[in-house]
């Protein structure tokens, strides 16, 4: 959702389940989403697969036959999965549980579907395929291997071991002594590696490497290109003489950093004005394992201090609530909720009251913005949008709504879509690019030139540039 478009109801949808399996060994379920904007033609919105098993230690392995479909053996019982849904190429979901128990799961190489692994308690050892994959261990001590396509895991409570494979890999060790490994994989692979609370061993790969140690004493181990953000704690940053970014504390000892460029860090408690996280302890968890990242960056403190400013100064922090989907920010604000009650609220995305700029004069300030976050959310291939840069995108946006400095207007069409309108410069200023809307006096300082974007640290590039990532060149 746009920064400041009105609330609108969704379009009517309907979700239709078929049981395909329910032997006590494993309950297979198939979940049509369609939308009926023509009720006569519904559209195939999403095709979810389900494979749920008891509490018991399952033994898992999905394999895909070359006419695509499903080939689930379970406890030694197989079972044939039919995946497409016969009118539409949406690509299948598979969404696998596997309850309590120390369950072993593999998928084959040959997989290509998207995967979600949710493996609850129970030391469990995961072996991902080659479609996209979202792993969860739960509490246990897990052993998490990603496959060749994108991969994002999660070890949460427990002294789990993850490791990436050749694809992309994103890894969050959560709650206890965790060891990541980025892995081996072609020169433009990018890994983004966080301990999470507790003592942890970091080991960088192949390609890009961001490497978070988090809260505890922790190692953090370079290798190709890689960027430090040793966190809390007494930490051990070996750089291996290559040329890394090192963001450390006085306090963290510092091998081998010839040629890294250094950057001290006093870590404070910014941020914590900002933001009211709301939802399930697991992502609330989640949420500040990336908050003590930013507290640990340069550009990351100097985000959260303003925020934690503008909260006071405006009455109201931002709300940051899971999102299922994509991310987003949702400006909102007492004066709306009043405008609500009496069915005044603005139509136009774009009127002051949603927080826009118009002729150069301040909108409206979001005391009650909402940011809905996807920490799963990892997309694109080269580059990578990774979860923590987006979340800073969506950061922008807030700072932007605590503002009322949204900028008006659309770009200039795309190259690719020449016959409609541009990106809105709403979403080109929070990345960091220069937008046709008139320039405006973003930091209010008269020594600096007005911009048609937002100055740094308020754009999703200025972490991308600290992070040694590739600058986002475009909106899309």
Not at 382 to 387: I, T, V
Request: aromatic share 6%; hydrophobic share 30%; proline share 8%.
């Amino acid at each position: 959702m746009a920064p400041g478009q009105p609330p609108s109801g969704p379009p009517p949808v309907q979700t239709r389940t078929k049981v395909l399996v329910d032997d006590g060994n494993l309950r297979a379920s198939q979940a049509l989403t369609q939308g009926l904007k023509n009720p006569e033609r519904p559209e195939t919105l999403a095709n979810v697969l389900s494979l749920e098993t008891g509490k018991r230690a399952d033994r898992i392995h999905i394999s895909q036959r070359p006419d695509g479909q499903l080939c689930a053996q379970v406890n030694g019982r197989d079972y044939v999965l039919d995946t497409p849904d016969g009118r539409s190429n949406i690509p299948t979901l598979l969404h696998l549980k596997s309850g309590a128990g120390n369950d072993r799961i593999t998928v084959a190489p040959n997989v290509n579907l998207r995967i979600e692994i949710d493996a609850e308690d129970g030391n469990d050892v995961i072996q991902a395929g080659g479609g996209k994959t979202s792993v969860y261990g739960g509490r246990g001590d897990d052993d998490i291997t990603l496959g060749s396509d994108t991969g994002y895991a999660e070890g949460n409570d427990g002294n789990d071991i993850l490791k990436g494979g050749r694809g992309h890999a994103v890894m969050y060790g959560n709650a206890g002594n965790d060891r990541l490994y980025a892995g081996s994989g072609p020169a433009n692979k990018q890994s983004h590696l966080d301990g999470g609370a507790g003592n942890d061993q970091l080991y960088a790969g192949n390609g890009h490497t961001v490497l978070n140690g988090g809260l505890g004493d922790d190692l953090l181990v370079g290798h190709d290109r890689t960027t430090f953000y040793s966190g809390p704690g007494r930490n051990t940053l070996r750089a291996n003489a290559i040329k890394a970014r090192i963001h450390a504390q006085a306090t963290d000892r510092l091998i081998g950093t010839q040629g890294s460029t250094l950057t001290p860090m006093t870590l404070t408690d910014a941020g914590r004005k900002a933001f009211s996280i709301q939802g399930p302890p697991d992502f609330i968890a989640r949420v500040e394992d990336d908050l003590t990242l930013l507290r640990t960056s340069p550009q990351g403190q100097k985000m959260l201090k303003a925020l934690d400013e503008m909260a006071v100064k405006n009455g109201g922090p931002v709300l940051i609530v899971p999102s299922n989907r994509g991310n987003s920010y949702r400006f909102w604000s007492t004066e709306l909720q009043h405008l609500e009650q009496n069915n005044q609220v603005p139509a136009e995305r774009t009127d002051p009251k949603w927080g826009y700029l118009k002729d150069g004069v301040p909108g409206s300030r979001a005391d009650k913005g909402t940011i809905f976050y996807n920490p799963a959310a990892v997309y694109g291939t080269d580059p990578l949008f990774l979860p923590l840069n987006q979340l800073f995108h969506e950061m922008a946006h807030a700072w932007n709504g605590a503002n009322g400095t949204f900028l008006p207007g659309a770009s200039v069409p795309t190259r690719d879509q020449p016959e409609r309108p541009g990106p809105p410069n709403s979403e080109l200023q929070a990345v960091g690019l220069v937008s046709n809307a008139p320039p405006f006096d973003f930091d209010n300082d008269s020594t600096t030139p007005p911009t048609s974007t937002n100055p740094a640290p308020f754009t999703e590039n200025t972490l991308n540039a600290e992070m040694g990532l590739p600058l986002r060149t475009r909106y899309a």
